[in-house]
C-alpha cells in the first residue's frame, strides 16, 4: 500500500514519523508541494492520497488524478469548499476529511476572541506598547452578563455553549438541525432574527454552503443589536466584507473578531513584514481598536493538528482497503 502526502509543513513532520513507524508495512512518501495540475503527476503508482491546502484544488487535477487510477483521497480538515464534490463523485473517487479534529480548539479561540474585545484588549496594548498604564477609558464588560447567540450547533458550536456557560453567559442558538440536548435546555431561538434581535455577541458555526455565503451582510446587521459583537472563526464567505466594514465604521457593529475573512486564501500564513499587505479592506480592519484578525489559526493547536494527520492517514487506509470510513464525504 503506497500513499502520498501533500503540503506537508514542518510541524507535521513528527507526528507523520511517528504514524509512519505505527505502520511498517505501509509505504507513506511526502511532499511539501501543493496538489494542483503541476504536482499530481507525482501520485503516479499511489494508491492514495493525503491533501491539505486552502488553495482551490483544480478539476483538472483531480480529472488527471482520475486518469492515473489513484481514487482515494483524504483531506487533513474539515473544510471542503475548495474541492468540487461533483467531480470527485462522478469520477468514482472517495474523499474523507477530518470532520472532528478538535472542536475545542475552534471554540476556544472564538470564545478568547470575545474576551479580548470584551475587555478592550486591542487598545490596552496600543496604550501599554506607547507605555501609557491607566486603567481609563477602556473600561470592560462582563461575559456573565452578555447574551451570546451562537448560528450552528454542530460539534463546535455545542463546545462553545458548555464554555459559555461556564462563565454564566446567557446562550441562545439557532440551527436548521436541532441537538436534542440543546432544545430540551430551550436554547434554540425560532429563527435567525430572533437571535439578531437578542444576542450582543454573535458567533458564526456553519458550513460555507451557498445559502450561507454573505448571510451576515446589511440586511442582517440591520436587525441585530446596536453595537453587537461579531465574531467569525469559520468561513471568511459567510460575512460580506464591504458590511462589516459600513457597519463598523457607522458603529452598528460595536466590534469583531476575525479568524477568516473572505480573501485570506494566500494572504493569510505568509510572511508580510515590511511589505505593504496586498488587500485594502484587510488592511482596513487590521487597523482598528475594535477589530481583531487572526490569520486562520483557531484550528492550529497541537491536539488538533495531531488528529488531522493520524485521522486522515488512518481514513486513506480504510479507503484503500475498500472499507468504508466513518469520514467519508457523502
Ligand atoms: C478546516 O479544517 O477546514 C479549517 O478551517 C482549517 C484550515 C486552515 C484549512
Not at 508495512?25 to 503508482?45: K, M, N, R, S, Y
Not at 452578563?145 to 458550536?157: A, P
Not at 440536548?181 to 439578531?196: F, M, R, S
Request: charged share 25%; hydrophobic share 40%.
Amino acid at each position: 500500500m503506497k500513499i502520498l502526502v501533500y503540503s506537508v509543513r514542518p510541524d507535521e513532520l513528527s507526528i507523520l514519523a511517528e504514524w509512519i513507524k505505527a505502520h511498517p508495512d505501509i509505504q507513506v512518501d511526502q511532499t511539501t508541494d501543493l496538489f494542483d495540475e503541476t504536482t499530481v503527476d507525482q501520485a503516479a503508482g499511489y494508491d492514495g492520497v493525503v491533501l491539505f491546502q486552502q488553495q482551490p484544488f483544480p478539476d483538472a487535477a483531480i480529472n488527471k488524478l482520475n486518469e492515473m487510477g489513484v481514487k482515494n483521497l483524504s483531506l487533513r480538515n474539515v473544510g471542503v469548499d475548495n474541492i468540487n464534490l461533483d467531480l470527485v463523485k462522478e469520477n468514482g473517487m472517495k474523499l474523507t476529511n477530518v470532520p472532528v479534529y478538535s472542536p475545542n480548539a475552534i471554540a476556544e479561540h472564538a470564545v478568547f476572541l470575545m474576551g479580548r474585545l470584551l475587555r478592550r484588549v486591542p487598545e490596552y496594548d496600543k496604550k501599554i506598547a506607547r507605555g501609557d498604564l491607566r486603567w481609563a477609558p477602556e473600561i470592560g464588560r462582563e461575559l456573565r452578563n452578555q447574551t451570546v447567540g451562537v448560528i450552528g450547533t454542530g460539534h463546535i458550536g455545542q463546545v462553545i455553549i458548555n464554555i459559555l456557560k461556564g462563565y454564566g453567559a446567557k446562550v441562545i442558538c439557532y440551527d436548521i438541525f436541532k441537538n436534542d440536548k440543546l432544545e430540551q435546555e430551550g436554547l434554540y431561538v425560532d429563527n435567525l432574527d430572533d437571535l439578531y434581535a437578542q444576542a450582543d455577541i454573535i458567533t458564526v458555526h456553519v458550513p460555507e454552503v451557498k445559502e450561507n455565503i454573505h448571510m451576515i451582510n446589511n440586511d442582517s446587521i440591520a436587525k441585530m443589536k446596536d453595537g453587537v459583537i461579531l465574531i467569525n472563526v469559520s468561513r471568511g464567505g459567510l460575512v460580506d466584507t464591504d458590511d462589516l466594514i459600513g457597519n463598523l465604521n457607522s458603529k452598528k457593529i460595536g466590534a469583531a473578531g476575525l479568524d477568516v475573512y473572505e480573501g485570506e486564501v494566500g494572504v493569510f500564513n505568509e510572511d508580510w513584514e515590511g511589505k505593504e499587505i496586498p488587500d485594502a479592506r484587510l488592511r482596513d480592519l487590521l487597523s482598528r481598536d475594535n477589530v481583531i484578525v487572526t490569520p486562520h489559526i483557531a484550528f492550529y493547536t497541537n491536539t488538533a493538528v495531531h488528529n488531522m494527520v493520524n485521522v486522515s492517514l488512518d481514513s486513506n487506509v480504510q479507503l484503500i482497503k475498500g472499507e468504508t470510513p466513518d469520514t467519508l464525504v457523502k
